[in-house]
C-alpha cells in the first residue's frame, strides 16, 4: 500500500509541474506544443539522471525510483498528449508541425534521458 502513496505523491507533483509548464506556456499563444516537448525533455532528463546514478551508487533505492521515475517523472511526461497534439496538427493540415513534432518528442526525450545518465556519470566521477 505505501508504494501506491508513494507513487501517487510524485505522480500529483509531475501532474502540477506539467500543467504549471503548460499555464506558462498558453500567453505566449505558440502554434507549437512546446509545453508537452519541454515537459518529455525534462522527464526524459531525470529518468536517465536516476537510473544513472543508481548504476554506481547506493543513493537510489526502490521507494526513490518509485516516487521519481514512476510518479513525478510519470505525471510529468505524456505520450498521450503528445499523440493528441500532434493529430490535431495533421487535421489542421499543419503536415510539417507535426513531423516536427514527432521528431523532436521522439528524439529530443532520448537525448535527455542519455544526457541524464552521462550527467549523473559525471557528478558521480567529481564527488570520488
Do not use: H, W, Y
Not at 509545453?35 to 544513472?52: D, K, W, Y
Not at 547506493?58 to 514512476?70: G, R
Not at 541524464?116 to 558521480?124: Q, Y
Request: proline fraction near 2%; aromatic fraction near 10%.
Amino acid at each position: 500500500m505505501l508504494e501506491f502513496l508513494i507513487v501517487g505523491l510524485g505522480g500529483f507533483i509531475g501532474c502540477c509541474l506539467r500543467f504549471g509548464m503548460t499555464k506558462i506556456m498558453l500567453p505566449l499563444n505558440l502554434q507549437f506544443p512546446i509545453a508537452t516537448l519541454i515537459s518529455n525533455i525534462i522527464a526524459g532528463f531525470f529518468v536517465g539522471f536516476i537510473i544513472g546514478l543508481e548504476k554506481d551508487t547506493l543513493l537510489v533505492t526502490p521507494k526513490t525510483k518509485l516516487f521519481v521515475i514512476t510518479g513525478m517523472m510519470g505525471g510529468l511526461s505524456t505520450f498521450s498528449t503528445f499523440s493528441l497534439e500532434t493529430i490535431k496538427l495533421f487535421s489542421q493540415s499543419k503536415f510539417i508541425s507535426a513531423s516536427g513534432n514527432i521528431l523532436l518528442n521522439i528524439t529530443l526525450s532520448f537525448i535527455g534521458v542519455l544526457l541524464g545518465m552521462l550527467t549523473a556519470k559525471m557528478l558521480l566521477r567529481k564527488s570520488i
